[in-house]
């Protein structure tokens, strides 16, 4: 195995800031046609509170794998830092 344990980590690390940034983009794509929707209902509860709504579950589908991947970050650091160092 030409890669070693750091090499893969950091590679999965990489692919997952540009996943990341590519889920930012796709939240704001999201968001747009709903903004719109309440704009075009003219300001109603009903199309304010439902375009919350989806505001929301939007903001969560972006937030949610933004905390997942601090904690990934963080466990992975942690078993890293513990791992016995290998004698070559």
Known sequence: MSFSLTTFIGLFFKAGAYALIF??????????PVLYAMYQSGGSAMAIWLGMCSLAGIALSVIVPIVAA??????????????????G
Do not use: C, H, I, S
């Not at 889920?23 to 747009?32: I, K, T």
């Open 23 to 32: 889920n930012e983009v796709r939240g704001a794509v999201l968001a747009v």
């Open 70 to 87: 601090k904690r990934l970050e963080r466990f992975a650091m942690e078993k890293l830092a513990t791992a016995p160092a290998k004698a």
